[in-house]
């Protein structure tokens, strides 16, 4: 195996160590305020992980929204991590070659979340007064240190198309 597999290897069992924080840690922190009377009131403080926005969002009947944000945050990322073995194992066959051209095509899928976050949090900040406030969390940070992991540990990786007979 070469060095450059071996690397990717090695920041594909990272990026999965990220993975799981990524998912089940607070993401965002939503507090807004309303001042009435010469007081602060505060309307809402809440902190969601990307596990619990999903739950969340089932609950309150938004299930289109809570299965993209299953689909790009939880399924791809573990669809991925279950092809690394066989791409590994099967090295050399079509399979193994088609496999990993099957992930270079969804890597790209699980930045599509951390996207939609930043955006939300870029929107919030920019329209923010005094009011309203959203801080990313640990969450945040450590998904996308996945996504940006897991994507650098699939381009780093080569795997050669099997010769023609």
């Known amino acids: 195996m070469t060095k450059r597999n071996l690397l990717a290897i090695g920041l594909s069992i990272v990026s999965l160590a990220l993975l799981w924080p990524g998912l089940v840690e607070p993401a965002l922190t939503i507090r807004a305020t309303i001042e009435m009377f010469g007081a602060e009131r505060e309307l809402t403080n809440e902190t969601r992980s990307v596990i619990g926005a999903v739950q969340s969002l ?3 009947g938004n299930d289109f929204v ?3 944000i299953l689909l790009f945050s939880v399924l791809v990322p573990v ?3 279950a092809l690394l ?3 590994l194992t099967l090295r050399g066959t079509p399979a193994s070659y088609r496999l990993w051209r099957i992930v270079q095509l969804i890597s790209k899928w699980s930045m599509a979340d951390v996207f939609a976050v930043g955006m939300l949090i870029a929107l919030l900040v920019a329209k923010g007064t005094a009011n309203l406030s959203a801080v990313a969390g640990t969450g945040f940070y450590c998904f996308a240190a996945y996504c940006l992991t897991s994507n650098a540990a ?3 990786l080569t ?3 099997p010769a023609s007979r």
Do not use: D, T, W, Y
């Open 58 to 60: 089932h609950a309150s």
């Open 66 to 68: 809570a299965g993209l």
């Open 79 to 81: 669809a991925k991590a």
């Open 85 to 87: 073995v066989p791409i």
């Open 154 to 156: 699939f381009q780093l």
């Open 159 to 161: 795997v050669e198309p």
